[in-house]
């Protein structure tokens, strides 16, 4: 095409230049007598190259339009060979979603069952028809396959839309490996173990002590998890996501099987569990099993804490401590806490980290007890890391005074002769403040 162009080219500037010089010429001889004949001559000459360039447009032009219809019926076939052997699955729909034509790779990979037209391609497949149109399209799952699915609309009037199908089946196994194969901390205490190793024989002990042990070995069967005992009443155990997710699925069976352990005559052992679990690394997948089990502990032991996104779950908890109050000893501590108050201008009430209904609510009620009587008092706790935040919300909308402080704020206002009173936990290592 390119040296026809250029032929062409050359012959226009030929038939121009001898046109207008013999027509110059041909006027200049025929005005002249003597020179008539040459004059003619240049005429003739003229009217040649006319009927040169005109034979040059009928004959090129034509030969460029059969060149243009040519290539248009190339590029047609192209890219009808293109869409077929496209490199991914790849369909073109309707507008009502209806599939009106697919490539070889859909029909052989994506859906080889039967022919695929006229299918509504929300039957074939859950897709998302809004999301396809957006940059990061849907992921879709087919025949054991995940495919990337992008859609563009193919016309101006977006009555056609071609839909293409990515294969990213194995990003998606991988991605879930990954996520299957990360490391949890989990770490199992014994309540009270001291206390109950104290009232049993030494043969007993023995029998306890191989029991637990035979307990930690049935939890981690059939899993890839590593344990390790850290003291006589803790366990630490790594273990992966896979074998964790059933664990708490059945809501932590070690829980009721520990129950099932008899210490001496009249005791029976219970757990207390937390669990790091999103951690971005072990440390703070350990961090965040500390803070969960310092929970269960403040709530009373027996059962598990799972810390994940920020919060806590709680599983067990059903069993009840042994009644070591009656009336008399009530009354007891009735008076020596009224008499405590009465000797203090100033009392401060606090309960564990992470306060819950129990903590907080125990808190509150205790402080509207002791304003009653004409003393200064205060709920101390964390307006931030607490799971009362409902309670708290309600009490100061609808109470006039006002009850809660923090920790920074409680430490203000100490002075020689203020009481603290700890509600919901024994432990001084899990209360709010350490400071105060």
């Not at 060149?67 to 190339?74: D, N, R």
């Not at 293409?164 to 901390?185: I, Q």
């Not at 191989?210 to 307990?215: P, R, T």
């Amino acid at each position: 095409m390119k040296s026809n162009n250029g032929l062409q080219i050359i012959i226009r500037i030929t038939v121009c230049v001898t046109m207008l010089s013999s027509l110059i010429g041909a006027f200049m001889l025929h005005s002249t007598p003597s020179h008539r004949e040459s004059g003619s001559v240049l005429i003739l000459v003229s009217v040649a190259a006319a009927v040169l360039w005109v034979l040059e447009e009928v004959v090129f032009h034509n030969h460029t339009r059969k060149y243009v219809a040519k290539l248009s019926t190339m590029i047609s076939k192209t890219e009808r060979d293109s869409l077929l052997n496209f490199p991914a699955p790849a369909i073109i729909i309707d507008s009502e979603n209806v599939i009106v034509w697919y490539n070889r790779l859909f029909g052989r990979q994506v859906y080889s069952e039967e022919e695929a037209y006229g299918i509504d391609l929300t039957e074939l497949m859950n897709i998302d028809m809004d999301k396809i149109y957006s940059s990061d399209g849907d992921l879709v799952c087919i025949n054991a396959h995940f495919y990337k699915a992008k859609a563009i609309h193919t016309d101006v009037n977006g009555e056609l839309s071609m839909v293409y199908f990515n294969d990213v089946t194995d990003y998606v196994e991988l991605e879930y490996e990954f996520r299957m194969s990360h490391k949890a901390v989990i770490i199992i205490t014994i309540d009270n173990f001291d206390e109950l190793m104290s009232n049993i024989r030494e043969s007993e002990k023995a029998h306890v002590v191989v029991e637990i042990e035979k307990l930690i070995e049935e939890f981690l069967e059939n899993t890839t998890a590593v344990s390790k005992k850290v003291a006589s009443d803790k366990f630490y155990v790594y273990m992966e996501e896979r074998h964790l997710a059933p664990i708490i699925e059945q809501r932590f069976k070690i829980l009721e099987q520990a129950r099932k352990i008899a210490v001496g005559e009249r005791s029976n052992l219970t757990l207390s569990i937390g669990v790091g679990r999103d951690g971005a690394n072990l440390a703070e997948s350990e961090k965040f099993a500390k803070q969960a089990l310092e929970m269960c502990l403040g709530r009373g032991g027996d059962q598990a804490a799972v810390k994940e996104d920020g919060e806590f779950k709680f599983f067990g908890g059903i069993s009840s401590a042994p009644d070591k109050n009656n009336k008399t000893r009530i009354r007891m501590v009735a008076k020596a806490m009224l008499e405590l108050i009465c000797n203090h201008d100033k009392v401060l009430i606090m309960g564990h980290r992470f306060g819950d209904l129990d903590s907080v609510g125990s808190a509150t009620g205790f402080c509207c007890a002791i304003r009653n009587m004409v003393k200064e008092a205060y709920v101390v706790v964390d307006p931030e890391q607490n799971l009362s935040k409902t309670l708290i919300n309600y009490i100061n909308e609808n109470e006039s005074e006002h009850y809660y402080i923090t920790p920074q704020e409680g430490l203000e206002r100490l002075d020689d002769n203020t009481l603290l009173v700890v509600t919901d936990t024994h432990n001084p290592a899990l209360v709010d403040s350490k400071e105060i």
